[in-house]
């Protein structure tokens, strides 16, 4: 049998590694999106995000590299009666479609900074016209918390960055604030996190 990865050996050992709540700042974010409107969730992982989406009445697919995540996330949609697209994904082989969605998230998607630029490029192409891209991760100053966030330094993300990926969207909100989390074992304390919401204007 071949070994799991890292991201199914976690998983597996835990079905709400961050919990089951999703972010406050997506959700609030996301009542932007018209209703039954078009969302993908990258880098989903279990699901808080998609499932409490889709709960709302949006079209969600959600996306990850993790077949054990992805497994867990269609067992725990069918238990709920949530209609939800799930997509393994690997992001370094994602190509988006134009203009589909209405709205694309990313939480925690945390990954080195050349992959992670194609993929927020993915994000922009991907938007319909009005749509938002929603991102909440960990900046800099995270690194060596154990609150959670990855060990690479270039993982992280930097206010920055996100203004020179989504320089071809209108950022309605950039911030760069300390929360304390209480998501699931995977993060627990004081955090050092950013957050991003940016609209597509015009026509693609």
């Known amino acids: 049998m071949a070994a799991l990865n890292p991201w199914d050996e976690r998983f597996a050992r835990d ?5 089951l709540a999703p972010s406050v700042f997506v959700m609030d974010s996301a009542g932007a999106i018209p ?6 969730c990258l880098a989903e992982g279990q699901g808080r995000h998609a499932l409490a989406l ?3 009445g949006y079209t969600v697919t959600a996306m990850d590299l993790s077949a054990v995540a992805c497994a867990q996330l269609r067992s725990r949609a ?10 393994q994904q690997d992001l370094g082989l994602w190509s988006p479609p134009a203009g589909l969605y209405d709205g694309v998230v990313a939480v925690y998607a945390h990954m080195p900074r050349a ?16 749509g938002l891209a929603i991102i909440e991760g960990f900046r800099a100053e995270q690194c060596g918390r154990p609150s959670g966030g990855p060990a690479e330094p270039g993982w992280y993300y930097g206010a920055d ?7 071809a969207l209108s950022i309605e909100h950039l911030s760069t604030p300390e929360a304390v989390l209480e998501e699931g074992r995977g993060h627990q ?7 991003l919401r940016a609209r597509r204007l015009g026509n693609l």
């Open 15 to 19: 079905e709400a590694y961050y919990g």
């Open 35 to 40: 209703p039954g409107g078009r969302v993908l």
């Open 161 to 167: 960055e996100l203004r020179a990926d989504f320089a």
């Open 78 to 87: 069918q238990a709920l009666r949530l209609p939800l697209a799930v997509v």
């Open 54 to 56: 889709a709960a709302r």
């Open 189 to 195: 304390g004081p955090a050092a996190l950013i957050r």
């Open 115 to 130: 992959l992670r630029a194609l993929v927020h490029a993915g994000m922009v192409r991907a938007l319909a016209p009005r």
